[in-house]
């Protein structure tokens, strides 16, 4: 029975053998081991489009349903299933759908499609412990749904251990932070080679905890920080009959900014007969256009693709700039890398706080010998600045960021 280790991430999914080698699965993308998670139906077909080629045909017609980090929903008991096309689609077939491409697409190199995974999971779907089983009990339904029929679960960042692990030549006591688009997830974890060939780990643990930190926030901070007011936030508009009476923009509009897959939720009657009293009576016409067509154009995953380039841009340059041409939106924004560590400082303090949270529980455990840190937001200087400043940069370990968790995971499938 073929067997392997299954990462499922918010924006990325990848699958490695039990020696740990993670799979091309994604033939012609920029990274053919990430398979990027995500879903598109358009509207004048009945194909079903995954991966990389949703996103060219969600660019080259954005007109039908395009999903994103489903994943984040898996705690969400109000979040059951989504009208699509005429059918109800739940939570559970939208991620099997998911499973199963990236299952399909790694039978060529498992001689067969592997029937036997062993997949990862944060170490907290939500703090809410009904709700962490939800999100866990969803996630194993869309795996047999998919067509794995031995299961088994293993917190990401102990999987991205087992991959930092494979490298050591002695024992250590590791801090394990791993970065995903809408987690982070921190465990403390005795590694080394007199631990290596033990099948069940669990002891090996001091502790671990999580929180809802990922690339995903930090994008939304570029969004609150610099270009919110680009999009009306401060503006007001004409209230209709009355001659003297205006109105800010509404809150719970600005809001549903900060996540490109939240603006089509505002796309309701009431929000377009909102937006288009903005356009007739906004005292800044040009930014009410383009919140007009930001929303109704549906063009938020594409501004969020360009705001994500410039934080990664950021990681090795002082400066960048956002330039977005669409519709009637207009940007050039110039972003310092003081600017972003500004807007992501309240983010920063809650990283910060939640490792020293962890660091006391596990007090007595010993002196952590290596922080080991994965995963894309690892990549921010900030957050690498946060370790290092409290363990010195001689302690501070990376690898690859996007596919470490996958490698654990593969290689604990080696043990099932």
């Avoid at 062993?118 to 749904?145: H, N, Y």
């Avoid at 997830?185 to 999580?210: E, W």
């Amino acid at each position: 029975m073929a067997a392997c280790g299954l990462d499922f991430g918010t924006s990325n999914t990848a699958i490695a053998l039990p020696d740990g080698t993670v799979l091309p699965i994604s033939p012609g993308y920029s990274d053919p081991r990430l398979y990027r998670s995500v879903i598109f139906f358009p509207e004048d077909e009945r194909e079903v489009y995954t991966g990389a080629p949703a996103i060219a045909r969600y660019l080259d017609d954005h007109t039908g349903r395009f999903i994103q980090s489903v994943k984040s929903f898996l705690h969400s008991a109000s979040f059951r299933a989504t009208q699509i096309r005429g059918r109800t689609w739940l939570i559970e077939d939208l991620v099997a759908l998911l499973l199963r491409r990236v299952r399909e697409a790694a039978a060529p190199h498992t001689g067969g499609a592997p029937e036997s995974v062993v997949l990862g999971r944060p170490a907290l779907f939500s703090p809410d412990p009904e709700a962490d089983v939800l999100a866990e009990q969803r996630l194993r339904k869309a795996a047999e749904i998919a067509g794995f029929t031995h299961i088994q679960f293993l917190i990401e960042p102990i999987a991205a251990a087992l991959s930092y692990e494979a490298q050591l030549t002695r024992d250590e006591l590791v801090l394990v932070a791993d970065f995903g688009a809408g987690t982070t997830d921190l465990t403390l974890m005795r590694l080394g080679p007199s631990r290596r060939g033990n099948p069940d780990r669990r002891a090996d643990v001091v502790g671990s905890t999580g929180v809802r930190i990922g690339g995903d926030r930090f994008d939304a901070e570029i969004m609150r920080y610099k270009l919110l007011p680009r999009f009306g936030a401060g503006s007001t508009y004409k209230v209709r009959g009355f001659s003297d009476k205006r109105l800010a923009v509404p809150q719970h509009v600005m809001s549903k900014l900060l996540s490109w897959h939240e603006m089509s939720f505002i796309r309701e009657k009431s929000t377009q007969e909102l937006l288009e009293l903005m356009l007739e009576s906004s005292d800044k016409p040009a930014e009410a256009e383009a919140l007009y067509d930001l929303v109704m154009d549906n063009l938020g995953y594409r501004l969020f693709r360009a705001i994500e380039a410039v934080k990664v841009q950021l990681s090795s340059q002082e400066e960048a700039t956002l330039d977005f041409e669409e519709a009637r939106i207009h940007l050039h924004e110039p972003i310092t890398r003081a600017e972003f560590e500004e807007a992501s400082a309240s983010l920063l303090t809650e990283l910060r706080q939640v490792t020293e949270g962890l660091l006391e529980r596990c007090a007595g455990a010993g002196e952590v010998d290596a922080v080991f840190l994965t995963g894309g937001s690892s990549q921010i200087p900030a957050v690498r600045r946060l370790y290092t400043e409290r363990f010195g940069e001689e302690r501070v370990k990376t690898k690859d960021a996007f596919t470490s968790v996958a490698e654990g995971l593969g290689r604990a499938a080696a043990s099932v």
